[in-house]
């Protein structure tokens, strides 16, 4: 890929017809308006009915434009507030008004989709014999907002959302789409929870131990509660390490690229600073993909610059980290490899045992154990205790079908930076993924999970567009394709 230009294939048809101008900055607006009135009201019933008379309004006036609602969709996942007492995913309201008012979205979807799909559909029957107990109806509604947030959502929903993005052609915007919507949004907050919010939990995190109960820490930001717990945000930063870097590397106008940097060094520093090993390597795992991707389709000597260049900024963001920081990450060190703590294998050990003795699923479940209830930190072996072996199948088969979707993308078939590089983000993302389940749990904030499956199935579906020639400028027009098109 030294030259895209010698690689295009013919334009195909406009599938998509793009939309400029106002209408993504007013969905941009209206996403951001969502964030700021979200932590300011906190979990306030003017919000709820706010947010549900606005999506259903918006879904329906901007069916003819699908990139800005995906715009305001995407913005909408970093909301940090769940909604209602049964707390549903900002970004899945949307998604869930779409497929109701069109349906044959659902079978539109990649077709290997539908396997995971189904597995974890017969997992949830099998599993209905134990959680389809005393209070019947209370039962119901609590594993059907399990399973809306933590099924529906990255199995049907989200790629639902997304499915568009496959028939567009102005990469460009896509990218945008994915640095302004998905990575910086998230990267906001969390810094801004971390530089001006109020620690609230102090006390409880001190009981850890001295020296490690910054891993612990909760902030009050506005009238919100953002989790800085390392085994919940250690997911997210690495997921937005991972994407920020595959931009800031990338062939891409240079705001972009300086945009992204910025947001590499905070995600790097927040990384950091929760002291989580297992997302670290994670992070790792994810920009060591990148690199070897990005090795394969362009100029060896461009590449490891850019590798030199981000190794320049972690080591720097080390270096200027306050002394607490690292003193921390010591202590950490010696709790996780010198001492070699084994708390994972006991928590595996917990939840085998609960697979074991209900291989058929207990239902969705957040925690493990009979009288102790605890985080399995592991999602693999959490869907599997959730909804049985079959269930756990389809987890295992969504995160690995995504990986292989993403390495098997041929040198050739993306012709175009911005292309390259949303999928390039996609595949630093889901690899961190596939690592980080095997040690933590992202299914604990609903914030913090889909975000990620939003950025990768907004890059999965833009890299499937990605083999389609880009439009030239002179060629976008206003107006749009229908969603029910």
Same mark, same amino acid.
């Given at each position: 890929?030294?030259?895209?230009?010698?690689?295009?294939?013919?334009?195909?048809?406009?599938d998509f017809r793009e939309v400029r101008g106002r209408a993504s900055l007013a969905a941009i607006f209206l996403g951001f308006a969502i964030i700021a009135a979200s932590v300011a009201l906190g979990n306030s019933y003017v919000l709820y009915g706010s947010i549900l008379?606005?999506?259903?309004?918006?879904?329906?006036?901007?069916?003819?434009?699908?990139?800005?609602?995906?715009?305001?969709?995407?913005?909408?996942?970093?909301?940090?507030?769940?909604?209602?007492?049964?707390?549903?995913?900002?970004?899945?309201?949307?998604?869930?008004?779409?497929?109701?008012?069109?349906?044959? *979205?659902?079978?539109?979807?990649?077709?290997?989709?539908?396997?995971?799909?189904?597995?974890?559909?017969?997992?949830?029957?099998?599993?209905?014999?134990?959680?389809?107990?005393?209070?019947?109806?209370?039962?119901?509604?609590?594993?059907?907002?399990?399973?809306?947030?933590?099924? =529906?959502?990255?199995?049907?929903?989200?790629?639902?959302? *997304?499915?568009?993005?496959?028939?567009?052609?102005?990469?460009?915007?896509?990218?945008?789409?994915?640095?302004?919507?998905?990575?910086?949004?998230?990267?906001?907050?969390?810094?801004?929870?971390? =530089?001006?919010?109020?620690?609230? $939990?102090?006390?409880?995190?001190?009981?850890?131990?001295?020296?490690? #109960?910054?891993?612990?820490?909760?902030?009050?930001?506005?009238?919100?509660?953002?989790?800085?717990?390392?085994?919940?945000?250690?997911?997210?930063?690495?997921?937005?390490?991972?994407?920020?870097?595959?931009?800031?590397?990338?062939?891409?106008?240079?705001?972009?690229?300086?945009?992204?940097?910025?947001?590499?060094?905070?995600?790097?520093?927040?990384?950091?600073?929760?002291?989580?090993?297992? #997302?670290?390597?994670?992070?790792?795992?994810?920009?060591?993909?990148?690199?070897?991707?990005?090795?394969?389709?362009?100029?060896?000597?461009?590449?490891?610059?850019?590798?030199?260049?981000?190794?320049?900024? =972690?080591?720097?963001?080390?270096?200027?980290?306050?002394?607490?920081?690292?003193?921390?990450?010591?202590?950490? *060190?010696?709790?996780?490899?010198?001492?070699?703590?084994?708390?994972?294998?006991?928590?595996?050990?917990?939840?085998?045992?609960?697979?074991?003795?209900?291989?058929?699923?207990?239902?969705?479940?957040?925690?493990?154990?009979?009288?102790?209830?605890?985080?399995?930190?592991?999602?693999?072996?959490?869907?599997?205790?959730?909804?049985?072996?079959?269930?756990?199948?389809?987890?295992?088969?969504?995160?690995?079908?995504?990986?292989?979707?993403?390495?098997?993308?041929?040198?050739?078939?993306?012709?175009?930076? #911005?292309?390259?590089?949303?999928?390039?983000?996609?595949?630093?993302?889901?690899?961190?993924?596939?690592?980080?389940?095997?040690?933590?749990?992202?299914?604990?904030?609903?914030?913090?999970? $889909?975000?990620?499956?939003?950025?990768?199935?907004?890059?999965?579906?833009?890299?499937?567009?990605?083999?389609?020639?880009?439009?030239?400028?002179?060629?976008?027009?206003?107006?749009?394709? #229908?969603?029910?098109?």
């Open positions: 890929m030294n030259d895209f230009a010698n690689t295009l294939p013919l334009a195909p048809g406009v008379i606005i999506s259903v309004l918006i879904t329906l006036l901007w069916r003819n434009a699908p990139r800005p609602w995906i715009f305001l969709v995407s913005i909408a996942a970093a909301t940090p507030i769940a909604l209602t007492q049964q707390k549903f995913a900002c970004n899945l309201v949307f998604a869930f008004w779409l497929v109701f008012f069109n349906t044959r *979205y659902l079978f539109r979807l990649p077709k290997w989709l539908y396997v995971p799909t189904a597995l974890v559909v017969f997992g949830i029957f099998t599993s209905s014999i134990n959680w389809m107990s005393g209070d019947v109806i209370r039962s119901v509604i609590r594993q059907g907002t399990f399973a809306f947030n933590f099924f =529906l959502g990255p199995f049907l929903l989200l790629p639902a959302v *997304y499915l568009k993005l496959r028939d567009s052609r102005d990469h460009a915007a896509d990218l945008r789409g994915l640095l302004f919507c998905l990575i910086v949004p998230s990267t906001l907050l969390l810094i801004s929870a971390n =530089l001006f919010g109020t620690v609230i $939990n102090e006390w409880e995190a001190s009981l850890h131990g001295q020296g490690i #109960s910054d891993g612990f820490i909760n902030y009050r930001l506005g009238r919100v509660v953002v989790s800085f717990m390392r085994t919940e945000v250690g997911f997210i930063l690495a997921a937005l390490v991972c994407s920020s870097c595959a931009v800031a590397v990338s062939q891409v106008k240079g705001l972009y690229r300086l945009t992204a940097a910025a947001c590499l060094v905070l995600n790097a520093f927040l990384l950091l600073s929760t002291g989580s090993f297992g #997302s670290g390597f994670a992070c790792l795992c994810g920009l060591t993909a990148i690199f070897i991707t990005h090795f394969r389709m362009v100029n060896i000597v461009r590449v490891l610059v850019s590798a030199a260049a981000v190794c320049s900024i =972690l080591l720097i963001t080390y270096y200027v980290a306050p002394s607490t920081t690292k003193e921390y990450l010591k202590k950490r *060190y010696e709790h996780r490899v010198t001492k070699a703590n084994d708390d994972r294998l006991v928590l595996w050990e917990i939840g085998v045992d609960q697979l074991l003795r209900h291989p058929e699923g207990i239902g969705l479940s957040l925690s493990v154990g009979d009288k102790n209830k605890t985080f399995v930190h592991n999602d693999y072996l959490a869907y599997a205790v959730s909804y049985g072996f079959i269930g756990g199948l389809g987890y295992a088969a969504l995160v690995f079908g995504l990986l292989i979707s993403f390495f098997h993308v041929r040198r050739t078939a993306i012709n175009d930076h #911005s292309a390259l590089a949303i999928h390039l983000a996609g595949l630093g993302v889901i690899t961190a993924v596939a690592v980080n389940s095997m040690t933590d749990h992202m299914n604990a904030n609903r914030w913090y999970f $889909n975000v990620m499956w939003s950025i990768i199935w907004y890059s999965y579906f833009c890299s499937r567009a990605g083999a389609k020639r880009p439009i030239p400028n002179g060629e976008r027009q206003e107006g749009g394709v #229908s969603f029910s098109g």
